[in-house]
């Protein structure tokens, strides 16, 4: 580690340990359930890994293995530990494999995840059908936080204990084996699974599996054979179970292979088998049985063809493209547009390289192209894409090509500019090309997905120019060169002179039209005229002059095609081009100067008299025949039909020209961005219980006031709270502090059957051995809320109208049911903030990733960065300017506006309750939002249990949380549209107590058990080490994509090669930038459209707009995939549906026959009613009508329109037409 | 009951892929170990045989048991030659279940009807009868109506009271009860736990685990009608269930039987449109219907799923021969127009029809019988009852089979032996008792689903397999379908019964079954 990053670590963790102390002054006089901080800091993984598990002795253990082995070996060699008994404390067999799996877990998942304590219930022995015991492993559906390699060596782990210990192995029963197969179907079905083993895989696995793998259910479906099972409780699917049978062991049987080979104890053979799939009775019939896994992998995964396979003797018959995948398309709902169909023309384009604001599963879209698409893409917007992954956080790049629209007036234009966007929107006929889309090569790797052809851009030109043999830095370094966006003679000129291909930004999309449609266009540009358009600008070209061809539709197509500014003018016979040389020159047309009378040249004049000649000509160089067979027919590699015209310009055009935008990629919108506060719902202030007095609002100043009758006292309210009892003078309360002496209580735990008073021994766990009955605190207890309100407010010394409302909680959960003290809701319902379940404050946003920020974009001044620590920019200059780019350290974050908002108001409520609560300081006394900066928090993702600190460093209008990848990564979240919270660090320390935790299955996710004070890259999610972290992809790798190599052959750096070296922490080059990292709209449309109707209006309306999006697959797929399913699914709901006392909320399954509720005599009604059932009904047939769906489609909305009518209508009442009364 | 050997018989050689004469069945029936002498007449079949003749059953019979059964078969064989038609009665039996395939356009076959002498008259048709409209109060009263109807049925065989006042009663009185089923538990000691529910409120009913009546707890469905009776426990919160009384089917019912010779064919599910509808199979069963074989069949009676219909389940356009419904339909009436003109068509819907799923399921809109309207069908709602020259017929498409079969224990509702749930059904007097399952309810302002009357045959369709048997002399019938082995019934491994006809002899209720696959 640097020195640089060791100081930053220890000003985060000196700042965290002055936090710490005033929250362990504080809590030791408040009466929160523990008088100390309930969230341990854990330095490294092996402190989270104990911290979570909660067994001494593992950190330390953990460490010691760290330095000498893998963390999967690690894991077995603690098994070992366990077994033998120098880990942990376990006397049963059953408790040391628990211990071992659990461990196994937590470390395989770097201590993060709630799986380890969450997603494996318990381990218990069984007895075989023969008399021996067996190990049976019982998974909760949390496991699946783990992922497949850490639920597949739960599994190795558990069975290498067992044989440590010495427990037979388990022999399944024949039913218990086809269950496994009928269950796992049933869960895919239900649930879906990444992969799904066949039935005889499953099987197989089954039969040989030498522990049970049981769980819990998680579903509602139940299996229809194999039920009732003796040694299965239920017929549901469990969850848990499916999930590491089918993604644990079917999915990764290679990778626990490799660790079963090195265990002697234990002996899995039945994984080769497994491996090559010679499982099936017919095994012999599998062509490619005896292929390793290796080799599967990468046939598998390569979709598109495999070009290193074609023999050179036969030439290929078109150029290299990717397959379609419609998968995206998939499950198409209303309001969210696609923007582009599969590899469809007009599409984004791939570009490759990695903005500053990029990677870690990201695109980067022109912010002009954001507010094309009519605002529905913002920062941070999750799209579903076609390629690489599933799905992407979208970023805005405005450092690659912008847009190009079709206007009303007949202009082409190319919008690069965001601000042009906005103003030109409205005319927007059409949107011919949605611009480029920056894909890092990163995601490639991270995908396993073969590299698709690049798209020709500057960075591969530039380095063609120097493999061409120009001199790129003398050129660089000319002032009067601009070689990204050259002058069309000089890109013309070095074309020509170095035999260098055709610089990108004359590079039209030559493939996207026919050969026949180019001959056509070379022969109209013969045909056309060099004008001078009198304008005095000089276009580029050198004079003032502009190309014109007569208009005519072929031609203005093949321009829209190729992509090409240009402007229409059907009514005056025109279409003019600016640029026009290199256009011309590609077109295998000659200018030349024709042989005028000299007065051509006097232009301003009467041009428009239309007698004189233009001074330059056309002369078209070549004929249709001149083209090689070749040219003629290029196509698709299968299909040989002319379809791409780029080898005919390759072969009339004096220059190369490399295929300009060969790979589009499909997407449609998928979640919307956030950045809104974490509520309960209904949102609550605080934990305390007030049951159903204080009506649907759960008001505690109405609780306070309620009474059932008239005899009962107002505010007295029978709750279920924990007992407690004070160990000085054996008060008996529900608080934490004695009333009367003021003493810490404790749980006072009863057998429930023969009311003994009970301990809680070492475990936690609190039994009574007579009756072997666990034991309980809670008991019906009448609170007298009204005093406990009252006190409160006079203890804080607010009155009632400081605050709205103060909602307190129907019940507890947790399983002491210990309430919160209610000072802490009041002083949150005076701040307008609610609180969590484990009582914290929170707040959610997208994740996006950084690596350099600029001081102008995050609403901070230099001096600010430099207060905390930021010294040079990425260039290593001195930072001075507030638009120098410094690279953002691992723990620092940019907040939301809205966050920043949200974390003043935590502010204020933090200070109110250490002065009026706790009786100190005040901590934080923020003014403005400034202040925040340099200021700790927690970043907390759902399905994990470990906070990460982090430190604000500024402010950002995008609706979303950007912070460095590896922060992200050490929270187990990627960007692909994930969103997790970020708290107060010290609203964390103060107010989180595990005591609040529901005491349920997951009640201990998303809670933050331990936190990490630093980020250690080697112990966060790999997934962020597939970064690439340089700042230009080489040559060789453009070249490699148009072999659609595997990622893994091409050679550019990724973060994974800097772990465990100094520069672990640093190094983060980026390829783009980017202007602002909050460009385009801050809110997607999605967001900002009132009804479900403007958005699908709004989808419909752009889908018409977009060239690579067809209306009526859109429309067809938003009737099929959300109308229909929501028409038919109410229906379904309807003739089946429960009621509901519209009173007292009681359900029934079927309407009570005495027609009232039967527990308290209210009005019962449906839950499921005509409204909800066919409120898509009449839109649906409007879409299906205008947009010219299918009549298979329209016939079913028939249908359904005329069930619902039988349903809904009565056939002797119809509702009649004026004309019958006519 | 030898008519339930016979069936079982018939059932057995038609999976097994033989047709055979009616005789030939009666007399295996009869014999000492149906099962075996099947098994043994089977064995010795001619290898290109398709129908088991009565010489095949007399040959093996004879040479494996000299004192073969046949006086008796002969004497409970049905009087066969029948009175109506004078001509080619003992044709039959000679020509009878052969192959028809031969018969190809024979359709001039000597046909020689007499309208005057049918009889078909519909009860039970609540198309265009639809009054409900979807409110709260719509579903209330018909689950009252059904109380009440059913109830009715029971009223006269206990003591009963309602449930408000059962809770008044004395600890330890004797107390009776009709009711809804509201709920089924079972406790922590594995007794279980009956919720009744009448028009006044529910009363829970305790079935002890080691009592006689804890069978019946298996076989019962939430929302079905019975009477319960027991005595009140000492707090009067709970009673003790001594018997339960089921609306069922009285056992001395005597169905009723035409007064000629004069048969019916129930088929189901053709599903035409779908890419596996077996034309061939339908074309060989409308010519046969033209042989002389079929002349005395002048009853056709289609329970439902005409066509495949659309958007029954997802991607569904990729397994449909005939993508548009209406061009489906289309094709069903061609399909219909093959069958004799005179022969009289009854037809319900059923839920891959284009009507509402929801049951009582009206008859075909006016669009969809306009299409269909060549051959004249009368077209119902599902279910209805027809009656044909006094056989009552309650025809119901089927979808509870679905419900019964999976809350049942396998012995007493299956797929391979769909009438046994059938017979459920008949025990509780109503089509489709479960609600919020598997069935949809439409409310409508009495329960059509109510089998009011005891039919004289109850005939369903939907599960895609053929069984049929008596049931307190109630004919039970599931037709097979026309549909062969879908991809989804082979994941689930369903092997449908496609390409059969049963066919009913009105007269005797006798079945006989013709393969057309």
């Given at each position: 580690?640097?020195?640089?990053?060791?100081?930053?670590?220890?000003?985060?963790?000196?700042?965290?340990?002055?936090?710490?102390?005033?929250?362990?002054?504080?809590?030791?006089?408040?009466?929160?359930?523990?008088?100390?901080?309930?969230?341990?800091?854990a330095?490294d993984m092996a402190d989270r890994v104990e911290n979570i598990l909660g067994i001494d002795g593992v950190a330390e253990r953990v460490r010691e293995l760290e330095g000498e082995m893998s963390r999967e070996e690690a894991a077995l060699e603690l098994a070992e530990d366990f077994a033998e008994g120098r880990v942990g404390d376990y006397e049963s067999k059953a408790g040391k494999v628990e211990g071992a799996v659990r461990t196994a877990v937590a470390l395989l998942t770097e201590g993060v995840v709630a799986a380890p304590i969450e997603g494996i219930d318990k381990v218990e022995i069984l007895?075989?059908?023969?008399?021996t015991e067996f190990v049976n492993v019982y998974y909760a559906?949390p496991i699946?936080?783990a992922g497949?390699t850490a639920q597949a060596l739960s599994v190795l782990v558990a069975d290498y204990t067992r044989a440590l210990v010495g427990i037979e192995q388990f022999?399944?029963?024949?039913?218990?084996?086809?269950?496994?197969?009928?269950?796992?179907?049933?869960?895919?079905?239900?649930?879906?699974?990444?992969?799904?083993?066949?039935?005889?895989?499953?099987?197989?696995?089954?039969?040989?599996m030498p522990i049970m793998l049981d769980g819990?259910?998680?579903?509602?479906?139940?299996?229809?054979?194999?039920?009732?099972?003796?040694?299965?409780?239920?017929?549901?699917?469990?969850?848990g179970?499916?999930?590491v049978?089918?993604?644990g062991i079917?999915?990764?049987?290679?990778k626990i292979?490799r660790y079963t080979r090195n265990l002697d104890e234990i002996d899995w053979?039945?994984?080769?088998?497994?491996?090559?799939?010679?499982?099936?009775?017919?095994?012999?019939?599998?062509?490619?049985?005896?292929?390793?896994?290796?080799?599967?992998?990468?046939?598998?995964?390569?979709?598109?063809?495999?070009?290193?396979?074609?023999?050179?003797?036969?030439?290929?018959?078109?150029?290299?493209?990717?397959?379609?995948?419609?998968?995206?398309?998939?499950?198409?709902?209303?309001?969210?547009?696609?923007?582009?169909?599969?590899?469809?023309?007009?599409?984004?384009?791939?570009?490759?390289?990695?903005?500053?604001?990029?990677?870690?599963?990201?695109?980067?879209?022109?912010?002009?192209?954001?507010?094309?698409?009519?605002?529905?893409?913002?920062?941070?917007?999750?799209?579903?894409?076609?390629?690489?992954?599933?799905?992407?956080?979208?970023?805005?790049?405005?450092?690659?090509?912008?847009?190009?629209?079709?206007?009303?007036?007949?202009?082409?234009?190319?919008?690069?500019?965001?601000?042009?966007?906005?103003?030109?929107?409205?005319?927007?006929?059409?949107?011919?090309?949605?611009?480029?889309?920056?894909?890092?090569?990163?995601?490639?790797?991270?995908?396993?997905?073969?590299?698709?052809?690049?798209?020709?851009?500057?960075?591969?030109?530039?380095?063609?120019?120097?493999?061409?043999?120009?001199?790129?830095?003398?050129?660089?370094?000319?002032?009067?060169?601009?070689?990204?966006?050259?002058?069309?003679?000089?890109?013309?000129?070095?074309?020509?002179?170095?035999?260098?291909?055709?610089?990108?930004?004359?590079?039209?999309?030559?493939?996207?039209?026919?050969?026949?449609?180019?001959?056509?266009?070379?022969?109209?540009?013969?045909?056309?005229?060099?004008?001078?358009?009198?304008?005095?600008?000089?276009?580029?070209?050198?004079?003032?002059?502009?190309?014109?061809?007569?208009?005519?539709?072929?031609?203005?197509?093949?321009?829209?095609?190729?992509?090409?500014?240009?402007?229409?003018?059907?009514?005056?016979?025109?279409?003019?081009?600016?640029?026009?040389?290199?256009?011309?020159?590609?077109?295998?047309?000659?200018?030349?100067?024709?042989?005028?009378?000299?007065?051509?040249?006097?232009?301003?004049?009467?041009?428009?008299?239309?007698?004189?000649?233009?001074?330059?000509?056309?002369?078209?160089?070549?004929?249709?025949?001149?083209?090689?067979?070749?040219?003629?027919?290029?196509?698709?590699?299968?299909?040989?039909?002319?379809?791409?015209?780029?080898?005919?310009?390759?072969?009339?055009?004096?220059?190369?020209?490399?295929?300009?935008?060969?790979?589009?990629?499909?997407?449609?919108?998928?979640?919307?961005?956030?950045?809104?506060?974490?509520?309960?719902?209904?949102?609550?202030?605080?934990?305390?219980?007030?049951?159903?007095?204080?009506?649907?609002?759960?008001?505690?100043?109405?609780?306070?006031?309620?009474?059932?009758?008239?005899?009962?006292?107002?505010?007295?309210?029978?709750?279920?709270?924990?007992?407690?009892?004070?160990?000085?003078?054996?008060?008996?309360?529900?608080?934490?502090?004695?009333?009367?002496?003021?003493?810490?209580?404790?749980?006072?735990?009863?057998?429930?059957?023969?009311?003994?008073?009970?301990?809680?021994d070492d475990a936690g766990r609190?039994?009574?051995?007579?009756?072997?009955?666990?034991?309980?605190?809670?008991?019906?207890?009448?609170?007298?809320?009204?005093?406990?309100?009252?006190?409160?407010?006079?203890?804080?010394?607010?009155?009632?109208?400081?605050?709205?409302?103060?909602?307190?909680?129907?019940?507890?959960?947790?399983?002491?049911?210990?309430?919160?003290?209610?000072?802490?809701?009041?002083?949150?319902?005076?701040?307008?903030?609610?609180?969590?379940?484990?009582?914290?404050?929170?707040?959610?946003?997208?994740?996006?990733?950084?690596?350099?920020?600029?001081?102008?974009?995050?609403?901070?001044?230099?001096?600010?960065?430099?207060?905390?620590?930021?010294?040079?920019?990425?260039?290593?200059?001195?930072?001075?300017?507030?638009?120098?780019?410094?690279?953002?350290?691992?723990?620092?974050?940019?907040?939301?506006?809205?966050?920043?908002?949200?974390?003043?108001?935590?502010?204020?409520?933090?200070?109110?309750?250490?002065?009026?609560?706790?009786?100190?300081?005040?901590?934080?006394?923020?003014?403005?939002?400034?202040?925040?900066?340099?200021?700790?928090?927690?970043?907390?993702?759902?399905?994990?249990s470990?906070?990460?600190?982090?430190?604000?460093?500024?402010?950002?209008?995008?609706?979303?949380?950007?912070?460095?990848?590896?922060?992200?990564?050490?929270?187990?979240?990627?960007?692909?549209?994930?969103?997790?919270?970020?708290?107060?660090?010290?609203?964390?320390?103060?107010?989180?107590?595990?005591?609040?935790?529901?005491?349920?299955?997951?009640?201990k996710?998303?809670?933050?058990l331990v936190?990490?004070?630093?980020?250690?890259?080697?112990e966060?999610?790999?997934?962020?080490?597939?970064?690439?972290?340089?700042?230009?992809?080489?040559?060789?790798?453009?070249?490699?994509?148009?072999?659609?190599?595997?990622?893994?052959?091409?050679?550019?750096?990724?973060?994974?090669?800097?772990?465990?070296?100094?520069?672990?922490?640093?190094?983060?080059?980026?390829?783009?930038?980017?202007?602002?990292?909050?460009?385009?709209?801050?809110?997607?449309?999605?967001?900002?459209?009132?009804?479900?109707?403007?958005?699908?209006?709004?989808?419909?309306?752009?889908?018409?707009?977009?060239?690579?999006?067809?209306?009526?697959?859109?429309?067809?797929?938003?009737?099929?995939?959300?109308?229909?399913?929501?028409?038919?699914?109410?229906?379904?709901?309807?003739?089946?549906?429960?009621?509901?006392?519209?009173?007292?909320?009681?359900?029934?399954?079927?309407?009570?026959?005495?027609?009232?509720?039967?527990?308290?005599?209210?009005?019962?009604?449906?839950?499921?009613?005509?409204?909800?059932?066919?409120?898509?009904?009449?839109?649906?047939?409007?879409?299906?009508?205008?947009?010219?769906?299918?009549?298979?489609?329209?016939?079913?909305?028939?249908?359904?329109?005329?069930?619902?009518?039988?349903?809904?209508?009565?056939?002797?009442?119809?509702?009649?037409?004026?004309?019958?009364?006519? | 009951?030898?008519?339930?050997?016979?069936?079982?018989?018939?059932?057995?050689?038609?999976?097994?892929?033989?047709?055979?004469?009616?005789?030939?069945?009666?007399?295996?029936?009869?014999?000492?170990?149906?099962?075996?002498?099947?098994?043994?007449?089977?064995?010795?079949?001619?290898?290109?045989?398709?129908?088991?003749?009565?010489?095949?059953?007399?040959?093996?019979?004879?040479?494996?048991?000299?004192?073969?059964?046949?006086?008796?078969?002969?004497?409970?064989?049905?009087?066969?030659?029948?009175?109506?038609?004078?001509?080619?009665?003992?044709?039959?039996?000679?020509?009878?279940?052969?192959?028809?395939?031969?018969?190809?356009?024979?359709?001039?076959?000597?046909?020689?009807?007499?309208?005057?002498?049918?009889?078909?008259?519909?009860?039970?048709?609540?198309?265009?009868?639809?009054?409900?409209?979807?409110?709260?109060?719509?579903?209330?009263?018909?689950?009252?109506?059904?109380?009440?109807?059913?109830?009715?049925?029971?009223?006269?065989?206990?003591?009963?009271?309602?449930?408000?006042?059962?809770?008044?009663?004395?600890?330890?009185?004797?107390?009776?009860?009709?009711?809804?089923?509201?709920?089924?538990?079972?406790?922590?000691?594995?007794?279980?736990?009956?919720?009744?529910?009448?028009?006044?409120?529910?009363?829970?009913?305790?079935?002890?685990?080691?009592?006689?009546?804890?069978?019946?707890?298996?076989?019962?469905?939430?929302?079905?009608?019975?009477?319960?009776?027991?005595?009140?426990?000492?707090?009067?919160?709970?009673?003790?269930?001594?018997?339960?009384?089921?609306?069922?089917?009285?056992?001395?019912?005597?169905?009723?039987?035409?007064?000629?010779?004069?048969?019916?064919?129930?088929?189901?599910?053709?599903?035409?449109?779908?890419?596996?509808?077996?034309?061939?199979?339908?074309?060989?069963?409308?010519?046969?219907?033209?042989?002389?074989?079929?002349?005395?069949?002048?009853?056709?009676?289609?329970?439902?799923?005409?066509?495949?219909?659309?958007?029954?389940?997802?991607?569904?356009?990729?397994?449909?021969?005939?993508?548009?419904?209406?061009?489906?339909?289309?094709?069903?009436?061609?399909?219909?127009?093959?069958?004799?003109?005179?022969?009289?068509?009854?037809?319900?819907?059923?839920?891959?029809?284009?009507?509402?799923?929801?049951?009582?399921?009206?008859?075909?809109?006016?669009?969809?019988?306009?299409?269909?309207?060549?051959?004249?069908?009368?077209?119902?709602?599902?279910?209805?009852?027809?009656?044909?020259?006094?056989?009552?017929?309650?025809?119901?498409?089927?979808?509870?089979?679905?419900?019964?079969?999976?809350?049942?224990?396998?012995?007493?509702?299956?797929?391979?032996?769909?009438?046994?749930?059938?017979?459920?059904?008949?025990?509780?007097?109503?089509?489709?008792?479960?609600?919020?399952?598997?069935?949809?309810?439409?409310?409508?302002?009495?329960?059509?689903?109510?089998?009011?009357?005891?039919?004289?045959?109850?005939?369903?369709?939907?599960?895609?397999?053929?069984?049929?048997?008596?049931?307190?002399?109630?004919?039970?019938?599931?037709?097979?379908?026309?549909?062969?082995?879908?991809?989804?019934?082979?994941?689930?491994?369903?092997?449908?019964?496609?390409?059969?006809?049963?066919?009913?002899?009105?007269?005797?209720?006798?079945?006989?079954?013709?393969?057309?696959?």
């Open positions: 580690m640097r020195e640089a990053d060791e100081r930053y670590f220890e000003r985060l963790e000196s700042q965290l340990d002055e936090a710490f102390d005033v929250a362990e002054r504080a809590k030791e006089r408040g009466a929160d359930p523990k008088p100390e901080v309930e969230i341990p800091t330095r007895e075989n059908d023969d008399g559906g699946r936080s497949g022999s399944a029963r024949d039913e218990e084996i086809e269950r496994y197969a009928e269950e796992i179907a049933l869960y895919d079905k239900e649930t879906g699974l990444q992969y799904t083993p066949k039935d005889k895989e499953t099987k197989f696995i089954a039969k040989h819990e259910a998680t579903g509602d479906e139940e299996v229809s054979g194999f039920r009732d099972l003796e040694r299965v409780d239920t017929n549901s699917a469990r969850g179970m499916c999930l049978m089918a993604e079917a999915l990764k049987a290679p292979q053979p039945w994984l080769q088998d497994l491996i090559d799939g010679t499982y099936y009775d017919d095994a012999a019939d599998e062509g490619d049985g005896e292929d390793d896994a290796d080799e599967d992998e990468a046939a598998d995964e390569s979709e598109g063809e495999d070009p290193a396979d074609g023999d050179d003797a036969d030439e290929p018959q078109g150029p290299p493209r990717v397959e379609e995948s419609t998968k995206f398309l998939r499950d198409l709902i209303a309001g969210r547009p696609v923007f582009s169909h599969p590899c469809a023309e007009g599409g984004f384009r791939l570009r490759y390289g990695r903005a500053r604001n990029h990677g870690f599963a990201t695109a980067g879209v022109h912010p002009a192209a954001m507010h094309l698409v009519d605002d529905f893409l913002a920062t941070g917007t999750q799209i579903k894409t076609e390629r690489p992954g599933k799905a992407a956080g979208v970023v805005p790049v405005d450092s690659i090509e912008g847009p190009t629209v079709k206007l009303a007036n007949g202009d082409v234009r190319r919008i690069d500019d965001p601000e042009d966007a906005l103003e030109i929107r409205n005319g927007v006929e059409k949107i011919l090309d949605l611009g480029e889309y920056l894909v890092n090569y990163g995601e490639f790797v991270e995908n396993n997905h073969p590299l698709a052809p690049a798209s020709y851009t500057y960075e591969w030109w530039v380095q063609d120019l120097a493999a061409a043999g120009a001199d790129v830095q003398a050129l660089e370094d000319d002032p009067r060169i601009d070689l990204e966006f050259p002058e069309p003679e000089e890109a013309l000129e070095w074309a020509v002179e170095y035999d260098a291909p055709l610089h990108p930004e004359y590079t039209y999309l030559w493939h996207d039209i026919s050969v026949d449609a180019f001959c056509d266009l070379a022969a109209a540009v013969a045909e056309g005229r060099i004008e001078q358009d009198g304008d005095g600008s000089v276009n580029g070209n050198g004079d003032d002059s502009i190309l014109v061809l007569a208009y005519a539709d072929v031609v203005a197509d093949a321009l829209e095609t190729i992509v090409i500014e240009h402007r229409q003018r059907p009514d005056a016979d025109r279409i003019e081009i600016d640029d026009w040389r290199p256009f011309v020159r590609t077109v295998g047309c000659e200018p030349r100067r024709a042989v005028a009378d000299g007065a051509a040249l006097d232009l301003d004049a009467d041009r428009d008299g239309g007698e004189e000649e233009p001074s330059i000509e056309l002369e078209r160089t070549w004929s249709a025949d001149d083209l090689s067979e070749r040219a003629r027919n290029w196509g698709r590699e299968d299909e040989p039909d002319g379809a791409n015209a780029i080898e005919a310009v390759n072969e009339v055009a004096p220059f190369q020209v490399r295929e300009r935008a060969p790979t589009r990629i499909g997407n449609r919108m998928g979640r919307p961005e956030k950045s809104e506060s974490r509520d309960l719902s209904p949102p609550v202030h605080t934990l305390f219980p007030i049951g159903e007095a204080g009506g649907a609002q759960r008001n505690v100043a109405d609780a306070a006031k309620h009474a059932e009758t008239m005899s009962d006292t107002p505010g007295v309210v029978e709750l279920q709270v924990g007992r407690q009892r004070c160990p000085d003078c054996a008060t008996e309360t529900f608080k934490n502090r004695c009333p009367d002496c003021d003493a810490r209580t404790e749980p006072d735990y009863r057998c429930p059957d023969c009311d003994e008073s009970l301990e809680p609190v039994e009574c051995d007579r009756c072997e009955r666990e034991g309980t605190c809670v008991e019906n207890r009448e609170v007298d809320v009204n005093d406990e309100f009252r006190s409160a407010l006079e203890s804080v010394g607010e009155r009632e109208n400081a605050f709205d409302i103060l909602k307190g909680v129907k019940g507890l959960t947790s399983s002491n049911k210990i309430p919160e003290p209610i000072e802490k809701g009041i002083l949150r319902a005076k701040h307008d903030v609610s609180a969590f379940k484990d009582g914290t404050v929170r707040y959610d946003m997208t994740d996006l990733p950084v690596t350099s920020v600029r001081a102008s974009e995050l609403d901070v001044d230099v001096g600010q960065l430099q207060a905390l620590g930021y010294e040079e920019d990425i260039h290593g200059e001195p930072l001075t300017h507030e638009d120098q780019l410094v690279e953002l350290k691992v723990q620092d974050i940019v907040l939301s506006d809205g966050a920043a908002e949200h974390m003043l108001q935590t502010a204020d409520f933090i200070d109110d309750l250490l002065e009026q609560y706790y009786g100190l300081e005040p901590f934080y006394e923020f003014e403005d939002r400034q202040e925040l900066v340099g200021e700790l928090v927690f970043g907390m993702a759902p399905h994990t470990a906070a990460t600190v982090g430190r604000v460093i500024g402010f950002t209008s995008a609706a979303v949380g950007y912070a460095h990848p590896y922060f992200h990564a050490a929270k187990r979240r990627n960007c692909d549209g994930d969103e997790d919270c970020v708290m107060l660090l010290l609203d964390g320390l103060l107010n989180f107590s595990k005591s609040f935790l529901p005491d349920q299955r997951g009640g996710m998303d809670a933050p936190m990490s004070s630093r980020i250690d890259p080697s966060i999610d790999d997934e962020a080490h597939n970064m690439d972290v340089v700042s230009q992809y080489p040559r060789e790798f453009y070249l490699a994509t148009r072999e659609q190599a595997d990622p893994e052959e091409v050679d550019v750096q990724i973060a994974e090669e800097n772990l465990g070296t100094d520069l672990e922490y640093t190094g983060f080059e980026h390829t783009h930038d980017t202007t602002d990292i909050a460009m385009g709209p801050d809110l997607s449309a999605y967001k900002t459209l009132g009804s479900m109707m403007d958005k699908m209006d709004a989808q419909l309306e752009l889908s018409r707009k977009l060239e690579a999006v067809d209306e009526t697959d859109v429309a067809e797929r938003v009737i099929e995939y959300h109308f229909l399913p929501d028409l038919i699914g109410n229906l379904r709901a309807f003739s089946r549906q429960e009621t509901r006392c519209l009173d007292c909320g009681e359900k029934f399954r079927r309407m009570p026959l005495t027609g009232d509720c039967r527990e308290c005599g209210g009005r019962v009604n449906l839950t499921v009613h005509k409204g909800s059932v066919n409120k898509y009904m009449q839109t649906a047939i409007k879409v299906a009508d205008e947009y010219d769906c299918r009549d298979y489609t329209k016939q079913r909305l028939e249908v359904l329109e005329r069930s619902l009518e039988s349903i809904f209508e009565n056939d002797k009442n119809k509702q009649s037409g004026i004309e019958d009364f006519m | 009951m030898p008519l339930e050997a016979s069936a079982r018989i018939v059932s057995e050689l038609t999976s097994r892929g033989y047709n055979a004469e009616r005789e030939a069945v009666t007399k295996l029936a009869s014999a000492e170990n149906p099962q075996a002498a099947l098994e043994r007449v089977v064995e010795d079949l001619p290898e290109d045989a398709l129908v088991v003749r009565t010489d095949h059953v007399d040959s093996t019979l004879l040479r494996g048991n000299s004192t073969g059964p046949n006086a008796d078969a002969a004497s409970d064989s049905p009087a066969d030659p029948a009175v109506s038609t004078g001509d080619a009665t003992t044709d039959p039996p000679a020509t009878g279940g052969d192959v028809p395939v031969e018969t190809k356009g024979g359709g001039g076959a000597d046909r020689s009807v007499d309208p005057a002498l049918r009889s078909l008259e519909i009860a039970g048709d609540m198309t265009g009868q639809s009054t409900g409209t979807g409110e709260y109060e719509d579903f209330v009263a018909v689950f009252r109506d059904r109380l009440e109807r059913l109830g009715s049925k029971l009223r006269g065989r206990v003591n009963h009271r309602p449930a408000s006042a059962i809770q008044n009663m004395p600890g330890g009185s004797d107390v009776a009860m009709v009711g809804l089923v509201n709920d089924i538990r079972s406790t922590a000691s594995g007794h279980w736990l009956i919720e009744l529910e009448d028009a006044t409120g529910t009363f829970p009913w305790l079935v002890m685990k080691d009592r006689e009546y804890v069978d019946l707890v298996d076989e019962l469905l939430c929302d079905e009608v019975l009477a319960m009776e027991g005595t009140l426990a000492d707090d009067s919160g709970i009673a003790f269930v001594d018997s339960m009384y089921f609306p069922d089917i009285p056992r001395t019912h005597e169905p009723s039987t035409a007064d000629r010779h004069v048969q019916a064919a129930l088929i189901s599910d053709v599903h035409v449109g779908s890419d596996e509808f077996m034309a061939e199979a339908w074309n060989r069963f409308a010519d046969w219907l033209h042989t002389e074989q079929a002349q005395h069949v002048e009853y056709l009676l289609l329970a439902g799923d005409m066509v495949e219909g659309v958007g029954v389940y997802p991607d569904q356009d990729e397994e449909l021969e005939i993508v548009d419904i209406y061009e489906q339909y289309e094709a069903f009436s061609e399909h219909l127009k093959k069958i004799p003109g005179d022969i009289e068509i009854v037809m319900i819907p059923g839920n891959h029809d284009a009507v509402r799923l929801a049951e009582p399921q009206p008859g075909f809109d006016e669009e969809l019988r306009e299409i269909m309207s060549a051959h004249d069908p009368q077209i119902v709602s599902n279910p209805s009852t027809v009656t044909l020259e006094g056989v009552s017929v309650l025809m119901y498409h089927g979808v509870s089979l679905d419900e019964v079969i999976a809350e049942l224990p396998e012995e007493k509702a299956s797929y391979d032996d769909p009438h046994k749930a059938m017979y459920q059904l008949l025990k509780k007097r109503h089509v489709a008792p479960q609600f919020g399952g598997h069935t949809r309810l439409a409310p409508e302002e009495r329960d059509y689903l109510v089998m009011e009357e005891v039919p004289d045959i109850f005939h369903t369709g939907h599960v895609h397999k053929l069984g049929f048997g008596k049931y307190h002399n109630v004919l039970a019938i599931n037709s097979g379908c026309w549909q062969a082995q879908t991809d989804f019934q082979k994941s689930v491994n369903i092997d449908p019964d496609a390409g059969y006809a049963p066919i009913v002899d009105l007269d005797t209720l006798d079945v006989t079954v013709q393969k057309f696959s």
